[in-house]
C-alpha cells in the first residue's frame, strides 16, 4: 500500500528526475501535472465538460468530480484515488480519461471525514500532519462501506444523461483504491464490466471476503498491474491473482511493471513516465470493450 513501499525507492525515483525529496515537496509535482494536463488536448480530440457533485449515500453525502466529453453519452467509470484522495492530480487524470470518451467520476473515498481535498498533494501524505488526518479516515473503509458506496456511485453514474446505459461500467483504483475496483465489480455484476487495478495493494488477504475471492461474483475484466517493489515481498500475489481468476472464468492481464509503487500517479515520488503511459494503455484497450 501507498504508507508501505519503501522511502529509499522513493529517493532514488526523485534523484533520477534530479530532485531531493525537499524539493519534490515544495514544488507539488506541478511539472509533472503540467506535462500530464496537456495530454487532456490530445487524447481522443474531444472537449470535456465537468462538474462537482453530491451523491447519497447511506452514510451521508459524498462530493465527487465528474468530468465528460462535452456531447453524447458514454460509458461510466468509477475512478478510486490513492491515498492522498481527490486532489487536482486525480482530477487531471480523470480529465485525460474523459478526453478519450469516457463519463469519469473520481470518488473521495473520505467524504465522511469532510470534502475533498484533505490533502493537496501525494507530498502532503507523507507528513506527519498528512498521516495524522487520513489514517483514521482510512479505518471507516471497511468491505462493507465501500460496496455500499460503490453502488451509490455506480447508481450516479446511471442516472446522468452523459453516461450510456447500453454499455458496461468500468472502474479503476490507484494503491488503496486498486482492491476497490474488484469490490465495485462485485457490488453491481450486471453494471460493471471492467477494473483496473494500477499497483493496487491488500488484493490477496486470508480474509473471506479478499478481493481475488470477491472474482467469482463479477462478469468483469480485469487489469491487475503490480509494482515490482510490491511484487519482490510478495511474489505470491500474482499466482494468487491467476488462480482465482482462471477458476472464476473471467479475463484477467497480471503483470509485474519495471516501476515502483505509485508509478502511475504524477503527483508520486515514484512516477514513471513511460510505465506509466503503457499502463494507461493497457487500461484503455480494457475500457474499449465496454
Request: hydrophobic letters at 40%; glycine letters at 8%.
Amino acid at each position: 500500500m501507498c504508507d508501505e513501499f519503501s522511502l529509499a525507492s522513493e529517493d532514488a525515483n526523485l534523484a533520477r528526475r534530479g530532485l531531493s525529496r525537499r524539493q519534490f515537496a515544495a514544488m507539488g509535482a506541478t511539472i509533472a501535472l503540467a506535462s500530464c494536463s496537456k495530454s487532456v488536448e490530445a487524447g481522443g480530440g474531444s472537449q470535456v465538460a465537468e462538474r462537482m457533485v453530491s451523491i447519497a449515500t447511506p452514510d451521508g453525502v459524498s462530493d465527487a468530480f465528474f468530468v465528460h466529453p462535452s456531447e453524447g453519452a458514454h460509458p461510466g467509470i468509477v475512478m478510486w484515488p490513492d491515498i492522498a484522495g481527490l486532489r487536482e492530480a486525480k482530477k487531471i487524470m480523470a480529465r485525460t480519461l474523459a478526453a478519450e470518451g469516457y463519463a469519469v467520476l473520481v470518488v473521495n473515498q473520505y467524504y465522511r471525514g469532510g470534502p475533498a481535498p484533505l490533502l493537496e498533494s501525494f507530498a502532503e501524505w507523507r507528513t506527519p500532519e498528512g498521516q495524522a488526518k487520513i489514517e483514521p479516515l482510512r479505518e471507516q473503509l471497511t468491505p462493507a462501506a465501500i460496496t455500499s458506496d460503490a453502488k451509490a456511485y455506480v447508481a450516479f453514474l446511471d442516472g446522468q444523461q452523459e453516461v450510456d446505459k447500453g454499455r458496461g461500467i468500468g472502474s479503476n483504483g490507484y494503491c488503496m483504491g486498486g482492491p476497490f475496483t474488484v469490490r465495485t465489480a462485485a457490488a453491481v455484476p450486471d453494471r460493471v464490466g471492467a477494473a483496473a487495478s494500477l499497483h493496487g495493494g491488500g488484493l490477496v488477504t486470508e480474509e473471506p471476503d479478499s478481493p481475488h475471492r470477491l472474482l467469482a461474483k463479477t462478469e468483469a475484466s480485469y487489469l491487475f498491474a503490480i509494482a515490482r517493489n510490491d511484487d519482490a515481498p510478495d511474489p505470491q500475489v500474482k499466482v494468487e491473482l491467476r488462480k482465482a481468476a482462471d477458476a472464476a472464468g473471467r479475463p484477467a492481464e497480471i503483470e509485474v511493471y519495471q516501476a515502483d509503487h505509485g508509478w502511475c500517479v504524477p503527483d508520486s515520488p515514484s512516477w514513471d513516465p513511460t510505465e506509466a503511459d503503457r499502463a494507461w494503455n493497457r487500461m484503455l484497450a480494457l475500457f474499449a470493450k465496454l
